[in-house]
């Protein structure tokens, strides 16, 4: 199986988790002499059956990710550390920009002006070079996850 495939079923199998969490918490009661929709004793085996299979399947791709390298001695985990820092620096230089040029109301000429204390049009090409940086990383990660097997536990 390559990891790309195994990510793919790890959502699928959270996803059932959170079904199964719903479905158990709605049996949780029922009126007075008349029983559940469902049986939460059985409802408890398969969520504990999806949970546990998640669990390992968690566990194999964190291993995939430590022990897979790319070409330039980096492994998947270093990477996808550095594309999510690359996503929050993006999204706190977005958000700086944004604060920046927010125009508060005044009700006349007489009151304080609030000016930008960075440049904008700077912080808006940082935003943009990291969004650019974090979109390159994804495709180098998404390229591996589909070259390589995921590690057998």
Do not use: C
């Amino acid at each position: 199986m390559k990891l790309a495939e195994a990510l793919m079923e790890r959502k699928e199998t959270k996803a059932r988790i959170e079904s199964l969490k719903k479905r158990l918490y709605r049996s949780a009661q029922s009126e007075d002499g008349v029983p559940p929709a469902e049986p939460p004793a059985a409802l408890l085996v398969e969520l504990e059956h999806e949970i546990a299979a998640f669990e390992r399947l968690v566990a194999r791709i964190n291993l995939t990710n430590a022990t897979a390298r790319f070409e330039d001695g980096y492994t998947l985990a270093d990477v996808l550390i550095q594309r999510d820092m690359t996503r929050l620096r993006h999204l706190v230089l977005s958000n700086l920009a944004d604060h920046a040029v927010a125009v508060p109301e005044r009700y006349s000429q007489r009151e304080l002006r609030n000016v930008p204390a960075i440049d904008v049009a700077e912080t808006r090409r940082a935003a943009d070079r990291a969004a650019r940086d974090g979109r390159l990383l994804d495709a180098r990660i998404q390229r591996l996850n589909w070259e390589i097997d995921l590690v057998t536990g």
